[in-house]
């Protein structure tokens, strides 16, 4: 029962341009939502989070929003580089309601043409 | 600090053959995660611990997978008579002990199991 669902594999964008990544998620107890990024070889990097009192959280290039009534959250990468490009993978929890554990995505992998 | 630590990086075993990793935290952080991750697929969650103790097991965590926390700190993760379906990125993340945060993942173990 996959409970967080990134329905793209895989997105291209070119430099400069804004990369949206989609997740939706089932479990109406989750309150809290990451974004992580991962290189080959590497484990997830912590990207960016929003709390479901908010719908919006921006770090520098990076924003997410949250719209709790579809149950939907997206993140804005713009502009877009090089660097950027990778694996991004969404993540949902309730706390102790959903089993203290994070529920992650199949990932979306991103790249940024130059 | 430099983070989540894990050792072996790359593990290659036989069938049947006994198999444990190490997951050194981040120092401060009470709560110890272990998370598989297969080809294509997001994380999945093993188990969890708060200092030494054991609070949440997932269904994967089949007979055959025991971990242990035993002061609290560094942490194992034993797989016994291994299988072909064990091959995966077993991955370590530790966080904080208040507060809704996310994770600091490793880098992982790679086990191919042959």
């Known amino acids: 029962d996959q409970q967080v669902k990134q329905n793209s594999p895989s997105l291209s964008v070119q430099e400069g341009r804004i990369s949206i990544l989609n997740c939706d998620y089932t479990?109406?107890?989750?309150?809290?939502f990451l974004w992580y990024k991962k290189y080959p070889a590497e484990g997830p990097t912590f990207l960016i989070s929003i709390s479901s009192i908010k719908d919006k959280n921006e770090d520098g290039r990076f924003t997410v929003f949250l719209n709790k009534s579809a149950k939907h959250l997206s993140l804005h990468i713009v502009p877009s580089q090089p660097g950027d490009s990778a694996v991004y993978f969404c993540?949902?929890?309730?706390?102790?309601?959903?089993?203290?554990?994070?529920?992650f995505g199949t990932g979306t992998s991103l790249t940024v043409i130059p | 600090d430099t983070g989540v630590s894990q050792n072996p990086r790359h593990k290659i075993t036989k069938r049947g053959q006994n198999v444990t990793f190490r997951c050194d935290p981040i120092?401060?952080?009470?709560?110890l995660y272990w998370y598989r991750q297969t080809l294509g697929q997001g994380p999945e969650f093993l188990t969890y611990f708060q200092n030494e103790a054991q609070l949440e097991k997932s269904r994967l965590l089949s007979d055959r997978f025991s971990a242990e926390r035993p002061k609290g700190s560094f942490s194992t993760l034993e797989i016994q008579r291994t299988e072909q379906g064990d091959s995966a990125m077993y991955l370590c993340?530790?966080?904080?002990?208040?507060?809704?945060?996310?994770?600091?993942f490793g880098s992982g173990t790679r086990l191919t199991v042959v």
């Open positions: 120092s401060e952080h009470n709560r």
């Open positions: 993340a530790s966080s904080p002990r208040q507060g809704n945060y996310g994770y600091t």
């Open positions: 479990n109406s107890m989750f309150d809290y």
């Open positions: 993540a949902a929890s309730g706390g102790a309601n959903t089993g203290n554990q994070f529920y």
